[in-house]
């Protein structure tokens, strides 16, 4: 039995394929050391910018009886504020297990029995930049690999057609950009495919994806020929781990054309699922990603931007802003966990909706020529010791808050949650163990979550 075929009877998937040579036992450590898997895949919705807990899942009513004190106690820095702001905003008691969601997100309100909101979420600092790169690689620099890329290292993908981790967003402009799903380190298979949504055409979606002059027969032809040689010249290079990454990359090239083609294609989706979802840049990525998630895709990154790459970056028109962001979000995120259930395939994708942070209890001011505070430009600055973080499926209690912050939303004090505990529970629901998930490089074994973390059993079902 070779190689290839001792590590797809292991179940290591097409993502692994090769990996036995180029790794040795590390490839068949990833595969080994699990627990009992929940999950099968995940899509994680990310709001890029930060929406803010105290509108959105963690009602703070005390705050009206502080309105306007001027915040104390260990900050980060010194606000230019005019006091704590209290939410303007209604919560509503939803669903049978009475969890408060405000009115700005009244369709996830609907479906909260499925979701688990963490109100104990908390990161290392309160700028964007470290933080993305906290939630989406765990580690405060761009130097580690993405979640994205640990998860289908360790798993491999479900699909050798299409590729295994997939970024989806509409705008080429993010803040960090790439190193948000880097493969770093890992092996270059394990970098993710990042795709454009702003165009949903299946051409645009993915460049060079049909030939124009080959039939599919001559095509096949044409790569076991190429293949061939490029074996013949791997073997001369005692199999380079760079090399043979992109030959099994033209081999999954050839593959998604035919695969692709369908999987990528929402215009196939009936008209009243499409309407469901909602005709914006973030409800039609939500559509596709429920699409690649059904066709085997491990993991799928669904960035919220727009032209302004930070859009919940609310520091000014706060109440102008976060409820045309949440009108938006709230139906296609709902949409999304609602069709995966109804389509049986929420008990195996974990879907997380999250932002980098938070955002302060207290207002932001923005002041005119003439030095005036301007009441209705007020905002919410960047706030990393309490924020909220919402989960559905994937073994996940439903109808579940756990934590919580101070009766202001300053800081997380109860079962409180770091960005390593949330991503070792998400690899222990894909069956991973966030310990023994690792890769040796520069001389140490190298893991997602670093010397942290702890799963947060709690809310496992």
């Not at 790169?133 to 289908?152: A, D, E, H, K």
């Not at 060079?208 to 001369?236: E, G, K, Y």
């Not at 949409?335 to 999250?354: E, M």
């Not at 949330?422 to 222990?428: D, K, P, R």
Request: charged content about 20%; glycine content about 8%; overall charge neutral.
């Amino acid at each position: 039995m070779n190689r290839r075929d001792a590590l797809q009877r292991l179940s290591a998937g097409f993502g692994a394929i090769g990996l036995a040579g180029m790794l040795g036992s590390q490839a068949q450590a990833a595969v080994k050391q699990q627990v009992t898997p929940k999950a099968k895949r995940v899509i994680f919705l990310f709001m890029n910018g930060a929406p803010s807990h105290i509108d959105t899942f963690d009602p703070k009513p005390a705050l009206k009886k502080y309105e306007g004190q001027q915040p104390s106690g260990k900050l980060y820095k010194a606000p230019a504020t005019s006091g704590f702001m209290s939410s303007p905003l209604q919560f509503n008691r939803c669903g049978q297990s009475g969890i408060e969601v405000s009115e700005s997100l009244p369709r996830l309100g609907s479906i909260i029995d499925d979701c688990c909101v963490i109100r104990s979420m908390h990161t290392d600092v309160p700028n964007h930049e470290p933080a993305l790169l906290m939630m989406n690689t765990g580690n405060i620099q761009p130097i580690r690999p993405s979640l994205g890329s640990w998860v289908l290292y360790g798993l491999g993908s479900e699909n050798e057609n299409l590729p295994g981790f997939v970024v989806l967003r509409p705008t080429p402009n993010i803040v960090v950009g790439p190193a948000l799903w880097s493969n770093s380190f890992l092996p270059a298979e394990f970098q993710a495919t990042g795709v454009i949504t702003s165009d949903m055409n299946v051409d645009k979606l993915i460049a060079n994806v049909r030939n124009p002059l080959l039939s599919s027969t001559q095509q096949r032809r044409q790569v076991d020929l190429i293949q061939r040689f490029n074996q013949l010249h791997a073997a001369r290079r005692d199999n380079d781990s760079a090399l043979e990454s992109q030959i099994k990359s033209m081999e999954t090239a050839y593959r998604m054309q035919s695969a692709a083609s369908e999987a990528f294609d929402i215009s196939r989706e009936p008209p009243k699922m499409r309407e469901l979802y909602g005709d914006t840049p973030f409800g039609r990525s939500c559509l596709l990603a429920r699409r690649l998630a059904e066709s085997g895709v491990r993991y799928i990154s669904v960035y919220y931007t727009s032209n302004n790459n930070q859009p919940w970056d609310t520091h000014s028109d706060h109440y102008k802003r976060h409820p045309e962001l949440c009108a938006d979000s709230d139906r296609a995120s709902a949409a999304l966990i609602s069709d995966l259930k109804q389509r049986g395939l929420l008990d195996d994708t974990l879907v997380v909706w999250t932002g980098e942070f938070g955002r302060t209890p207290y207002s932001q001011e923005n002041k005119d020529k003439n030095k005036k505070i301007d009441p209705m430009k007020r905002g919410r600055d960047h706030h990393h010791t309490a924020f909220s973080t919402l989960l559905a499926g994937g073994g996940i209690k439903g109808g579940l808050a756990y934590g919580a912050s101070d009766e202001l939303g300053m800081n997380a004090v109860e079962k409180k949650v770091h960005v390593h505990d949330l991503h070792a529970t998400i690899l222990h629901q894909l069956g991973l163990d966030h310990e023994q998930l690792t890769y040796r490089y520069a001389g140490r074994d190298f893991r997602l979550t670093d010397v942290y973390g702890d799963v947060v059993t709690d809310i496992l079902a």
